[in-house]
């Protein structure tokens, strides 16, 4: 602004106290504290430009899209942190990060697929596994939460089938699990979900658990209390004639989810018991078998 050319016969002082609006932005450019508040109105016009080009997804659909969307940001933050040698940091059952996160994309895909995202072109493994959940996330947030109750196949050791909602809960549950794994591998701390997604994970695994069991079917239920953040109280029935509640359980929360992860041995969970206590170490047991590897 001091360089003495002339606009329309003006110095460039002269101009600026005659225009607001470059009187406005050489304000913003000379105020001492950067931090400045935007408009009140800045919200509402960005929000509204976002709706027309897409319209917000239906709280039913929200409720299991945004925590997956959490854990996809997440990950792929931590995934553009790895130094180059971290890709083939060792982890347990998948060999290395890029195994694992290869074994994330697969099993991805089966939803993904049911969902018509195409197969992802992206060579390297953190841009294919971006590309497929990002498209798989941009799908469901778009779909009616008519479709989260059609039923499509699980990720894991024991074939299963289950509404798209709970499939959708369980993309959430093993995105946060692997990107722990890498955290773990890569000498970075643990971080658990929001209180409210924790509360998801775990009624998910508890809602899974009674044919996790081994042995024949027990005419009972089980009360599971899990305390801390994201706990919650559940009566689980082991069969459809149960008549009463044969033991209680009481377990951390988040410690539970990791838990059903099998990321915590099961013989070593801390829990305590009232009741039976051989349905008790049944219930741990099984609950451990409910993750994706």
Not at 177 to 204: G, K, L, Q
Not at 253 to 270: E, I, Q
Request: net charge negative; hydrophobic share 45%.
């Amino acid at each position: 602004m001091a360089d003495p050319y002339l606009s329309n016969g003006q110095r460039p002082d002269d101009h600026v106290a005659a225009c607001p609006d470059c009187s406005a932005a050489l304000a913003l450019l000379d105020h001492p504290d950067p931090a400045l508040a935007p408009p009140p109105t800045l919200r509402e016009a960005v929000l509204s430009k976002a709706r027309r080009r897409r319209s917000p997804a239906l709280i039913g659909v929200a409720t299991v899209a945004v925590p997956y969307a959490e854990q996809v940001a997440l990950m792929d933050d931590l995934l553009g942190e790895l130094r180059l040698d971290q890709w083939d940091a060792p982890v347990a059952k998948h060999g290395t990060v890029r195994g694992m996160v290869e074994h994330l994309a697969a099993n991805d895909a089966t939803v993904a697929q049911f969902m018509g995202v195409p197969a992802a072109q992206a060579a390297p493994v953190h841009r294919h596994w971006r590309e497929q959940a990002g498209n798989l996330l941009e799908r469901v947030s778009s779909s009616s939460e008519v479709l989260l109750g059609v039923e499509v196949t699980l990720a894991g050791t024991r074939p299963a089938r289950a509404p798209l909602r709970q499939a959708m809960i369980q993309r959430t549950f093993e995105t946060w699990t692997h990107a722990d794994d890498i955290r773990a591998a890569t000498d970075r701390s643990r971080s658990a979900p929001r209180d409210e997604h924790v509360h998801m994970i775990a009624e998910f695994g508890l809602a899974m658990l009674p044919r996790a069991l081994k042995g024949p079917r027990r005419d009972v239920s089980a009360t599971i209390m899990l305390t801390g953040p994201g706990g919650g109280t559940w009566t689980i029935p082991l069969s459809p004639t149960s008549d009463h509640v044969a033991v209680l359980i009481s377990a951390d929360a988040v410690g539970f989810c990791r838990l059903l992860a099998n990321r915590w041995p099961p013989d070593f969970f801390p829990y305590a018991a009232e009741g039976d206590p051989v349905l008790a170490r049944d219930l741990i047991r099984a609950a451990a078998t409910l993750g994706c590897d």
